[in-house]
C-alpha cells in the first residue's frame, strides 16, 4: 500500500486517531457551512468518502473524476470482437430503468432510480468465448472489481448512465457504472474504463485492501458482517435472497 493511499483510507486514518487529537488540524467551519467531507486533508475537488445525507459517496482513492471527452470503454479479453466505446456511443444501447437499493458493507444503503443498459449488450457486441466465465472490471481510479459472467446477465444488474433522471454526477461514478442490487456495494463498481472476458477469476480492490470477500452477494439477516471490528445488526435494506427463495430467472428466461 502507497504512503498516500494509507494516509488517504478513512478507515485507516480514524483508527490510529481519534477525532479529538487531531481537531486543531481542522479549520474553524463558518456559520452556515455545510461540509460533509470525512477527511479535510483532501482538497475538496476530489471524489471521496462522504457522508452525505440521502447517499453517501465511497471512493477508496480520492481522484478529480473522469470528462466525457477524455473518456473511453475497452472491452475485450477472450472475445471475438473486441470494442471500443466513447460516451455518446453508450447511449446507442436500448435504455432500461430501475429503482433499487445500494447497500454497502459499512451499514448503511440508500436507494435511486438507474438507467443504463443491460451487460447483454456488451456480450452480443464482443462475443466472449464460451469458455470465458469470469468477467475484470477496471477503473479510472484504479479500482477494480470481478463477476463471474452468469451473475452480470441476471435481472436487474444495470451498466448504469444515469441516476435520478441525470447523467451519473462525479461522486457516483461518472461516466459508467454498474449497479448490481444483490451485491454489497463494494461490487458496484464506478468510473468502469475496461471490461475483460477471462477463463479463470481475479480478485478485487477490497479483497486485497480489506477483509472483503470477492463474492461479496448481500448475506441475508446481519448487516455489515465482514467490516472491521463491528457486531453483526439485523439488516435494513439491500436485496438479499434467502436461501429459500426462488432465485432470479436464468438468463435464458429474463424479461
Ligand atoms: N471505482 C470505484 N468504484 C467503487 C468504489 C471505489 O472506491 N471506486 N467504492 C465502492 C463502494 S465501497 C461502495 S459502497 C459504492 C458506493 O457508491 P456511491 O459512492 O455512489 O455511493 O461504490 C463502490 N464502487
Ligand atoms: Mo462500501
Given at each position: ?54 447517499f453517501y459517496i465511497r471512493s477508496a482513492n480520492p481522484f478529480l473524476g473522469v470528462s466525457a471527452q477524455e473518456w ?184
Amino acid at each position: 500500500m502507497s504512503g498516500l493511499r494509507s494516509l488517504l483510507n478513512r478507515r485507516s486514518f480514524l483508527r490510529v486517531f481519534s477525532l479529538s487529537a487531531i481537531a486543531w488540524l481542522w479549520p474553524k467551519k463558518s456559520a452556515g457551512t455545510i461540509n460533509f467531507q470525512n477527511n479535510k486533508n483532501i482538497p475538496a475537488n476530489y471524489v471521496q468518502n462522504r457522508d452525505v445525507p440521502g447517499f453517501y459517496i465511497r471512493s477508496a482513492n480520492p481522484f478529480l473524476g473522469v470528462s466525457a471527452q477524455e473518456w473511453g470503454l475497452a472491452v475485450g479479453g477472450m472475445v471475438k470482437t473486441p470494442a471500443a466505446f466513447g460516451y455518446e456511443d453508450l447511449f446507442g444501447f436500448p435504455m432500461v430503468s430501475q429503482v433499487s437499493r445500494l447497500k454497502c458493507v459499512e451499514c448503511w444503503s440508500a436507494k435511486a432510480k438507474w438507467e443504463g443498459f443491460r451487460f447483454q449488450e456488451l456480450v452480443d457486441r464482443v462475443q466472449p468465448d464460451p469458455k470465458a466465465k469470469y468477467v475484470t472490471f477496471k477503473s479510472a481510479d484504479s479500482y477494480y472489481e470481478s463477476y463471474a459472467l452468469e451473475e452480470l446477465l441476471r435481472p436487474r444488474v444495470l451498466m448504469v448512465l444515469r441516476m435520478n433522471d441525470q447523467p451519473l454526477s462525479k461522486d457516483h461514478g461518472f461516466p459508467l457504472r454498474l449497479i448490481a442490487p444483490f451485491k454489497y456495494g463494494y461490487k458496484n463498481v464506478k468510473y468502469i474504463t475496461q471490461i475483460t472476458f477471462t477463463d479463470t477469476r481475479s480478485r478485487n480492490y477490497w479483497a486485497d485492501y480489506g477483509p472483503y470477500s470477492i463474492d461479496g452477494t448481500i448475506q441475508p439477516g446481519i448487516d455489515h458482517p465482514l467490516d472491521y471490528e463491528k457486531k453483526p445488526l439485523p439488516i435494513n435494506g439491500g436485496e438479499v435472497f434467502h436461501f429459500f427463495d426462488p432465485r432470479p430467472a436464468s438468463p435464458k428466461t429474463r424479461q
